[in-house]
């Protein structure tokens, strides 16, 4: 069996695709941009209140909404996938003795084949923060709320959306199949009316859905996306997010040099400088994994002081090979701090 769990995953020439470099280039990029707008509390409420069924979301309080610190990690991702978990407090009036707060786990893959293993993925790790609740004496277990977001070059079936299709159609059994079925967003489904939100969600959703190979004209595409942004771009935050979208649909459009060169006019238009800067795909992810960093630092109860935890993820991209430049500019420290590591 492989990494990801099937045969499933492997692609119609009988390889799999993640064994490619490239493609886990390709799945850091696209795990960058959507952790870039996770990162910030407006954008992951405006997530949550857009893809949660209503029934669920009117008795959640969202100004509690923080990363979930402390749970236990999901061990099964694959290279294509990335996973950001997160708590909400619910409503006063909603609030029980047992349990005061629901978990809400978003799964994001990219995957150019289809994978009916990844409902069984988001299942066992449902599984596995209830069995780390009963081993803390199991009184208060949590709600959690299972979001998956596909970014594939093809729509995945009803039937991949709930976890009785990695079982065969006996139906005789069903009375012994858990009946599990994710919060399923489909990007190949969603028409761009159909995302609501915030503009960062907005923005990033649209981004990352024309961003196939297949789609043409993508540079049109992306100025349809970032037409009516000329105000909010002059803010000097939503500038630097506009222009890791900038990146992220240069990037994706490797190859071709005729959609490169319309996207990176696109960017000047806007003020982002493709090809000014010397950003290579390293540099452009250093601070998403940074960022990882801290999360799993934070998560091992390590709250030390800013600037221990800035040399500490200093000497992590030094060792990595992060040019000093990019080092010093994520970590804010002087040259000297990082001659000295």
């Given at each position: 069996?492989?990494?990801?769990?099937?045969?499933?995953?492997?692609?119609?020439?009988?390889?799999?695709?993640?064994?490619?470099?490239?493609?886990?280039?390709?799945?850091?990029?696209?795990?960058?941009?959507?952790?870039?707008?996770m990162?910030?509390?407006?954008?992951?409420?405006s997530?949550?209140?857009?893809?949660?069924?209503?029934?669920?979301?009117?008795?959640?309080?969202?100004s509690?909404?923080?990363?979930?610190?402390?749970?236990?990690?999901n061990?099964?991702?694959?290279?294509?996938?990335?996973?950001?978990?997160?708590?909400?407090?619910?409503?006063?009036?909603?609030?029980?003795?047992?349990?005061?707060?629901?978990?809400v786990?978003?799964?994001?893959?990219?995957?150019?084949?289809?994978?009916k293993?990844?409902?069984?993925?988001?299942?066992?790790?449902?599984?596995?923060?209830?069995?780390?609740?009963?081993?803390?004496?199991?009184?208060?277990?949590?709600?959690?709320?299972?979001?998956?977001?596909?970014h594939?070059?093809?729509?995945?079936?009803?039937?991949?959306?709930?976890?009785?299709?990695?079982?065969?159609?006996?139906?005789?059994?069903?009375?012994?199949t858990?009946?599990?079925?994710?919060?399923?967003?489909?990007?190949?489904?969603?028409?761009?009316?159909?995302?609501?939100?915030?503009?960062?969600?907005?923005i990033?959703?649209?981004?990352?859905?024309?961003?196939?190979?297949?789609?043409?004209?993508?540079?049109?595409?992306?100025?349809?996306?970032?037409?009516?942004?000329?105000?909010?771009v002059?803010?000097?935050h939503?500038?630097?997010?506009?222009?890791?979208?900038?990146?992220?649909?240069?990037?994706?459009?490797k190859?071709?040099?005729?959609?490169q060169?319309?996207?990176?006019?696109?960017?000047h238009?806007?003020?982002?400088?493709?090809?000014?800067?010397?950003?290579?795909?390293?540099?452009?992810?250093?601070?998403?994994?940074?960022?990882?960093?801290?999360?799993e630092?934070?998560?091992?109860?390590?709250?030390?002081?800013?600037?221990?935890?800035?040399?500490?993820m200093?000497?992590?991209?030094?060792?990595?090979?992060?040019?000093?430049?990019?080092?010093?500019?994520?970590?804010?420290?002087?040259?000297?701090?990082?001659?000295?590591?």
């Amino acid at each position: 069996m492989s990494k990801n769990g099937s045969d499933d995953n492997k692609n119609k020439t009988g390889t799999n695709d993640n064994t490619s470099t490239n493609d886990n280039k390709v799945n850091k990029i696209h795990n960058y941009l959507f952790g870039w707008m996770m990162s910030e509390p407006d954008n992951v409420v405006s997530v949550m209140k857009n893809v949660i069924p209503k029934e669920v979301s009117q008795k959640l309080d969202f100004s509690t909404v923080k990363r979930a610190n402390g749970v236990i990690s999901n061990e099964n991702l694959t290279e294509s996938q990335v996973d950001a978990l997160f708590e909400v407090e619910y409503k006063s009036g909603d609030v029980t003795k047992e349990v005061e707060k629901a978990l809400v786990d978003f799964l994001v893959e990219h995957k150019s084949y289809l994978d009916k293993n990844s409902v069984l993925q988001t299942f066992i790790y449902f599984a596995m923060i209830l069995a780390e609740q009963l081993k803390k004496g199991g009184k208060k277990f949590t709600r959690i709320i299972p979001v998956v977001f596909h970014h594939g070059d093809k729509p995945v079936p009803e039937k991949y959306k709930h976890l009785s299709c990695i079982f065969d159609g006996n139906s005789c059994f069903d009375a012994f199949t858990p009946k599990f079925s994710p919060v399923y967003i489909d990007l190949n489904e969603m028409q761009r009316e159909d995302i609501k939100g915030n503009d960062k969600y907005k923005i990033t959703m649209l981004t990352m859905k024309y961003s196939h190979k297949h789609v043409k004209d993508y540079h049109k595409d992306m100025d349809i996306i970032l037409n009516n942004l000329s105000v909010s771009v002059q803010d000097a935050h939503f500038k630097k997010y506009i222009g890791v979208v900038i990146f992220y649909a240069y990037y994706v459009r490797k190859g071709n040099v005729e959609e490169q060169n319309r996207i990176v006019e696109l960017g000047h238009r806007l003020g982002c400088d493709v090809r000014g800067k010397t950003m290579s795909l390293m540099e452009l992810i250093a601070d998403y994994e940074v960022e990882q960093m801290q999360q799993e630092s934070y998560a091992k109860g390590e709250k030390k002081g800013k600037k221990e935890n800035a040399l500490k993820m200093a000497g992590k991209m030094k060792d990595r090979g992060y040019p000093k430049d990019v080092i010093l500019e994520l970590t804010e420290l002087t040259e000297e701090d990082i001659d000295q590591l």
